[in-house]
């Protein structure tokens, strides 16, 4: 069946062959690296913990001690269980603040010694995983016991005070508003910084710091709210930057259910090392993978800096190249929450049937995604009442084209911080579009070689020329171009290259071996 759009599977089926294509080298590449993030992570698994006086972690500060003795090619594990071992000493932690210290020294141990700390390290490692499996059963058990939403799209809102103690009320607020998925919203700058944050904070600007403790205090609010309402309510938060892997290991250890983690925007957005951000980006949906949480991308971003209608095929081929990468981390379709967005000029002619066409084309071709519906924002002017306008029109798009997960736009958006009315009315429109044509997707159905159609199709077209060029040049050539969101990042340019290195031939990561193993 061809589906709404009549679009060739010959095409379809193109089009995902060709992504293979552009997207197989840079997973070759991440395969082949490391990164001080990926470390980091593998050491949390293990047990390291809490940070220094000066709030620097203590797993910074001891892969920060194993580079400068033995470098980074190696990966931390061997060396760091060698060390333990050889100081008798049974708790990680403890020996990051003996080598942060400098009363540890650390080595590449010879062969016997070396089989030794492997072992103990996927062991330590193997214990952290079965506590994200153990996460990923309770969340099991408590969607089953509340339930899921009884509509789709789920209504994702937003929080973002910098407080965490003023997130949570706002947060429960929300969900009894009808919000189903909470996304706490981190404090400006956050991406750049090298190092997770420890401890409840309450100083983030236009947003929250992500932190464990945070998201363990944000959960444990929601669980209560979901028992209070009789359905689980989902919460989100980001796994990208400098510290993508990291994130998504303390994600999956306190159960949450969203993660912002698509493989292009730290590149683009925050001129983030592409060879940093697609090794970092592999290692934590594989995590994302093992812990059963939903990532969504960041396609709607492109739209705010390059024009929605020219480039809307670059949101369809980045949607490809994020479903490749995400099903080579072992991703199932029902974790992939695909970005687009509702960011045409309304005053363009037929500006609302082209979005059709745009959101209509990224359901037919991701039918089994939840996609995640973004509202607008770059033409949203401060007039409330067409904002409110605008979020209408962007939230019935939603329920004409069946998406997944839909963002609850503001009428001030990009304009102010909202208010909590703000939410509240926008809670409202999201109501009343979704009760009164809720079911519109069921009987939406365009006209045969109409504009809607032939709109759609031009698109999936122009994708396919782009990931021809990109196959012919390679996708880092056509990051550095500026080919997606119109910013140009060169591969040995942008933050965090520093941390990056290429594997030694006797290279060990336990995490890495268990989570493509399926094993722990």
């Known amino acids: 069946m061809r589906g709404k759009l009549d679009l060739d599977p010959v095409l379809v089926a193109r089009a995902r062959e060709l992504a293979r294509r552009a997207g197989q080298p840079v997973v070759d590449l991440a395969r082949s690296h490391t990164t001080v993030s990926v470390e980091r992570a593998v050491l ?7 940070a220094d006086p000066d709030g620097i972690p203590w797993v910074n500060r001891l892969v920060d001690a194993v580079v400068a003795d033995v ?18 000493i049974s708790d990680v932690t403890l020996l990051a603040q003996k080598a942060a210290a400098g009363s540890v020294r650390f080595t590449q141990p010879a062969p016997k010694a070396a089989t030794a700390a492997r072992k103990a390290a996927r062991k330590a490692v193997g214990a952290g995983i079965r506590s994200i499996d153990r996460r990923r059963a309770e969340r099991d058990r408590l969607v089953k016991r509340y339930g899921d939403p009884a509509q789709r799209p789920w209504i994702y809102l937003i929080v973002a005070t910098g407080d965490i103690y003023e997130d949570i009320p706002q947060a429960q607020a929300a969900a009894r508003a009808g919000a189903d998925v909470i996304a706490v919203i981190r404090s400006t700058g956050q991406s750049l910084l090298d190092y997770v944050p420890e401890g409840a904070t309450r100083e983030g600007f236009a947003g929250t710091y992500a932190t464990q403790e945070n998201f363990r205090l944000m959960r444990a609010a929601l669980d209560e709210t979901s028992k209070e309402l009789g359905r689980y309510v989902r919460l989100t938060n980001y796994a990208s930057g400098l510290c993508m892997p990291e994130m998504a290991t303390l994600a999956g250890l306190e159960r949450l259910d969203m993660m912002l983690n698509d493989s292009m925007y730290g590149i683009l957005f925050r001129d983030i090392n592409p060879i940093r951000t697609f090794v970092d980006q592999r290692f934590s949906r594989q995590v994302h993978a093992r812990a059963g949480i939903i990532i969504n991308t960041g396609e709607d971003n492109y739209l705010t800096t390059a024009d929605a209608v020219d480039e809307a095929h670059t949101v369809t081929v980045s949607q490809l190249l994020n479903e490749f990468f995400a099903h080579e981390a072992g991703l199932a379709d029902w974790q992939l929450g695909l970005g687009h967005a509702f960011e045409i000029n309304p005053d363009l002619p037929e500006s609302f049937r082209l979005e059709l066409a745009h959101a209509l084309l990224a359901r037919e071709l991701f039918p089994d995604a939840p996609l995640k519906w973004m509202p607008p924002t770059k033409h949203m002017t401060g007039d409330v009442f067409r904002g409110n306008l605008l979020d209408g029109f962007f939230n ?4 004409m084209t069946g998406q997944g997960i839909l963002l609850v736009g503001m009428m001030t958006e990009a304009v102010v911080t909202p208010w909590l009315s703000d939410r509240d009315i926008a809670l409202q429109n999201v109501r009343y579009v979704l009760g009164a044509a809720g079911g519109l997707h069921e009987d939406f159905v365009p006209a045969p070689g109409g504009f809607i159609q032939q709109r759609a199709n031009r698109v999936l077209g122009e994708a396919l020329d782009l990931l021809e060029r990109i196959g012919d040049q390679s996708l880092l050539t056509a990051i550095a171009e500026g080919t997606f969101g119109i910013m140009k990042r060169p591969a040995d340019r942008g933050k965090g290259l520093a941390g990056v290195a290429a594997h030694d031939t006797d290279y060990y990561n336990p995490a890495t071996e268990i989570l493509e193993g399926d094993r722990a």
Request: glycine residues 20%; proline residues 3%; without cysteine.
């Open 44 to 50: 949390r698994l293990a047990g390291v913990t809490g």
């Open 71 to 88: 470098g980074l090619g190696h990966g931390v594990a061997v060396p760091v269980f060698d060390a333990l071992a050889r100081e008798q």
């Open 396 to 399: 019935l798009v939603g329920t």
